[in-house]
T-cell receptor, first 113, second 107 residues
Framework: EAQVTQNPRYLITVTGKKLTVTCSQN?????MSWYRQDPGLGLRQIYY???????DKGDVPEGYKVSRKEKRNFPLILESPSPNQTSLYFC????????????FGEGSRLTVL | SQQGEEDPQALSIQEGENATMNCSYK?????LQWYRQNSGRGLVHLIL?????REKHSGRLRVTLDTSKKSSSLLITASRAADTASYFC???????FGAGTRLTVKP
């Protein structure tokens, strides 16, 4: 089954404790992206990747890191989480090209105390 | 790149009624896509309309595109409670999204 898998789905952590949210897709997509969603603000893009070893900042990259060592995986790293990073996070992937449909993971709800 | 702007921000209707939501964008496009998000879940692709198409249907969904006005509309006919969700447009498969239209369908 074609899917984008995120882990963990729910996490409560404390300020400053490094964490990684994993994202994996099984569709051989070139493009992968991370978003955060906060009430009233829609989805805001954090980072994206067009292919292995190619990553770029989105609209809200501060406080986040990513890596793309393999085509299927695109982990989101919070080196020193802060309460303003409490949010719902989504990973998505697609083929490149103008008609590439985005496939989304189920979301990871992160709370930073 | 650009993101679409959905309008209205919120829409509440009774089951069986039609729901119309709109999307505006700024620059020329090759296509436009609509997505749905059930509360707290990932977005799901609904339909793609190309710039040379004026209207497209998929089940109870009807999408129109007016490139001269740089706008698109999504019509959901005979709405159901299960249609309650937020709806987003993505011009040119831009990977950025606006705030969406939150649709509530009351039973």
């Amino acid at each position: 089954e074609a899917q984008v898998t995120q882990n963990p789905r729910y996490l409560i952590t404390v300020t400053g404790k490094k964490l990684t949210v994993t994202c994996s897709q099984n569709m051989n997509h070139e493009y992968m992206s991370w978003y955060r969603q906060d009430p009233g603000l829609g989805l805001r893009q954090i980072y994206y990747s067009m292919n292995v070893e190619v990553t770029d900042k989105g609209d809200v990259p501060e406080g986040y890191k990513v890596s793309r060592k393999e085509k299927r995986n695109f982990p989101l790293i919070l080196e020193s989480p802060s309460p303003n990073q409490t949010s719902l996070y989504f990973c998505a992937s697609s083929f490149l090209g103008s008609t590439g449909e985005l496939f989304f993971g189920e979301g990871s709800r992160l709370t930073v105390l | 790149s650009q993101q679409g702007e959905e309008d209205p921000q919120a829409l509440s209707i009774q089951e069986g009624e039609n729901a119309t939501m709109n999307c505006s964008y700024k620059t020329s496009i090759n296509n436009l896509q609509w997505y749905r998000q059930n509360s707290g879940r990932g977005l799901v692709h609904l339909i793609l309309i190309r710039s040379n198409e004026r209207e497209k249907h998929s089940g109870r969904l009807r999408v129109t595109l007016d490139t001269s006005k740089k706008s698109s509309s999504l019509l959901i006919t005979a709405s159901r409670a299960a249609d309650t969700a937020s709806y987003f447009c993505a011009p040119n498969n831009d990977m950025r999204f606006g705030a969406g239209t939150r649709l509530t369908v009351k039973p």
